[in-house]
């Protein structure tokens, strides 16, 4: 039976404009700045702090994924529209995809099947332009930077060789790691040693997913450490007078957009951090907005709940005062296989034997999630591969801990396909929420904070800090940034920083390559391993697949 593609199915599909999406959550047409028929931003005076404490707010996570992910956006935006057709009021809210995995590995990530948001190419690409006004604020600081270096007359004495600032693009490009900066003579700048992260993993997206609103945005960019001077003396992106340039080219990026799922229901997508290098959620203005506006927020965070979701609690949930109510695991059938041992070649293959040796995946995700005082449900994200007794064996051993595992159609059959698991959502929500807890405290010690982390989401046994990360926390010290959160950055493979141990490993350590610092975000990024901020393409990128025709219409993106 042949499939059709995602992109085919959103081009089949009549969207509707967008001020009928606005009126179902009562949002005046004239409070929309239109982006063509399809999209709109939404001012953040719609945001109201009263509503979103009596509205429910819904993460969905994942297992530890398979390289081709889970489908974590494709369960969200079909959980939304099963809410819908139960008859509760939902909105999905998503993070924006960057173009680095679009031309990369894994194509879109505007959801799959029946269960996507459009205008789905607009989205996967430039859409409103964020990630473009992201990059420009970001590579903005760094031309102030360099020009400082360069100046005779409001030169700050920023020492070169300390400066932690890097230059962003939003596309994987493993020649832009390491470079070096200001060769061919002195008009072209200092020469010093620089490199490029995805635009992603940038502090400004960081910046602009935690500011609770447009003034918190300008003092969090003016917080941005830069380096220091030559006697010492700690530099910040306000010593250079740059907060007020960067937040004006983020004046329209801080509003979220306002887009639909296929079945003509709100999604509100804004802000795009990978999970496994950065917080990996949507803004926390996104997450307020559906939350003025509807009674159900259904949102995700990236890769395995041991980033994303954890992110996602420990530093968002804590830094906005949101309570998320139920907490929903994406599992598949083929990622179990996978922590059970079955090789790339055979993930399609049935093996009941994989599956059960996998499940410990899967039940240490289940128990990493009651740590913040959650009830978790199981999603199955059903694939025409699957085996009955392999989908039946993952509900028996849920039920054995007390959590419901339920099939999820979405992709074949959109909200049809996820109304049982809309049930089992508000079951919890209506009858077994309680008041989330973090994992830690803020204001506990760097090294307690990365430990608990290490140990209790991901298992091991203990932290090793190289001479790097041991520099860096002195300097996180002497800076005063020891209350900040904890941004791990480490493979999305493994538990550990091993991307060869999958399942549930025992018995190992990981280790603290050096931690960054994101003082206008307030956290710390410890870098795990061999992990890097920016990745490289695949042999074959997904972009080898994609052609435009002389009419502008694209084939090959999903």
Known sequence: M??????????????????????????????????????????????????????????????????????????????TEGLNKIGKQATVVLREPSLGPVFGIKGGAAGGGYSQVVPMEDINLHFTGDFNAVEKANNLLAALIDNNLQSKTNNLGLDGRTITWKRVIDMNDRALRDITIG???????????????????????????????????????????????????????????????????????????????????????????????????NTILATK????????????????????????????????????????????????????????KEFNNPSVESVEK??????????????????????????VSDTLEEVQLVIEKCKKLDV??????????????????????????????????????????????????????????????????ELNLRRVDRLGFNDFAICMAKTQKSFSDNDKLIGRPTGFRVTVREIEIAAGAKFLIPILGKMMRMPGLPAIPASENMSIDANGKISGLS
């Not at 450490?225 to 004006?248: C, H, N, Q, S, V």
Request: hydrophobic share 40%.
């Open 2 to 79: 042949k499939y059709l593609t995602d992109i085919e199915i959103a081009q089949n599909t009549k969207l509707i404009h967008i001020k009928e999406i606005a009126e179902k959550i009562k949002i005046d047409e004239d409070d929309l700045e239109y982006y063509g028929k399809y999209k709109a931003k939404l001012p953040l005076d719609l945001i109201d702090e009263t509503k979103i404490k009596n509205n429910n707010l819904v993460l969905v996570t994942a297992l530890t994924p398979t390289p081709a992910g889970e489908g974590k956006t494709t369960v969200s935006i079909g959980l």
């Open 183 to 281: 060769l061919g003579g002195t008009a072209n700048g200092i020469p010093r040693q620089d490199g490029f992260n995805i635009t992603p993993a940038s502090e400004v997206m960081a910046i602009l997913c935690m500011a609770n609103g447009f003034e918190d945005l300008k003092d969090r960019l003016g917080n941005i450490f830069i380096g220091f001077t030559f006697d010492k003396k700690p530099i910040f992106a306000r010593d250079l007078k740059a907060e007020d340039a960067m937040a004006i080219l983020l004046k329209d990026a801080i509003k979220p957009n306002l887009v639909q799922t296929l079945e003509k229901n709100p999604a509100i997508i804004h802000g795009g951090p990978f999970a496994n290098i950065a917080q990996g959620t």
């Open 289 to 344: 907005m559906g939350l003025s506006l509807s009674n159900y927020v259904v949102t995700e965070a990236g890769f395995g709940a041991d980033l994303g979701a954890e992110k996602f609690l420990d530093i968002k949930c804590v830094a906005a005062d949101l309570n998320p109510k139920c907490v929903v695991l994406v599992a598949t059938i083929r990622a179990l296989r996978h922590h059970g041992g079955s090789p790339s």
């Open 358 to 383: 996998g499940f410990v995946n899967l039940e240490k995700h289940i128990e990493n999630i009651r740590k913040f005082n959650i009830e978790p449900v199981v999603a199955i994200n059903s694939f």
């Open 404 to 469: 419901q595992a339920v099939v999820s159609e979405g992709w074949a059959k959109g909200g049809e396909g996820t109304t049982d698991l809309a049930k089992a959502v508000v079951d919890i929500v209506e009858n077994k929420a309680t008041q989330f807890i973090p994992l830690y405290d803020w204001k506990s010690s760097v090294k307690e904070k990365i430990e608990k982390i290490a140990k209790e989401i991901y298992g091991a046994e203990g932290v090793d800090f190289d001479k790097k990360a």
